[in-house]
């Protein structure tokens, strides 16, 4: 009995709240363009007869998603993605992730080799990035034209999360569970049983 309870501190820290990442519902997110999103991904078009403007960006046309999170310095947030291309150069089609104003490019024409009118996807890729201020930050998904709006360009993305920073409680429960393992294991090899 007294085994379990010295495991007691362990099991609750590791289901606390702050040792699991959220997972975030991305139907809920502002859509513009041509935007499929559920609560596990979403899916943004460069759909030549939407004609949202993604001049802000550096493109033509395109779509995006975006929200506002609330977000504490050394939570991570993670996601999976994949690109799809039909264009060319010059026309470089892009997909960017927009923390802040901190963008990152997760994709473009050229990054997939240069073949005209041929279909070219990066496959489904991981991406993390590590929040740096806490705070409300803007984050946006972008997939955009460049140059032109003739070939479409898709961006998927799924199983966003955010891992929340561990609280002090939840450190302090993990260290009183771990020292429990330990009498628990040095009893047990010395063949007594705990006080």
Known sequence: MRKRLYALPLMLAMLSPGAFAEVIDLSSWTAN???ISSSSGAILSTTKNHNYSTASYGGTTGSTLSTVL???????ISFDWNFTTSDYSPYNDF?????GDEATTLADVLSLGNTPATTRSTGWQSFSYTVETTG???????AS???????????QVSNLTVS???EPQTYA?????????LLSLRARRQG????
Do not use: H, M, R, Y
Not at 95 to 99: K, M, N, Q
Not at 136 to 142: C, K, N, Y
């Open 164 to 166: 929340a920073v561990p």
């Open 70 to 76: 609330e977000l504490v310095a050394g939570s991570v």
């Open 136 to 142: 409300s930050s803007a984050v946006t998904f972008v």
């Open 145 to 155: 034209n460049a140059l032109d709006k003739k070939f479409q360009s898709t961006l």
């Open 173 to 181: 429960l993990l260290g009183i569970g771990v020292i429990g393992l």
């Open 33 to 35: 363009g041509n935007v």
């Open 192 to 195: 007594a049983t705990p006080a």
């Open 95 to 99: 997909a960017l992730f927009i923390i």
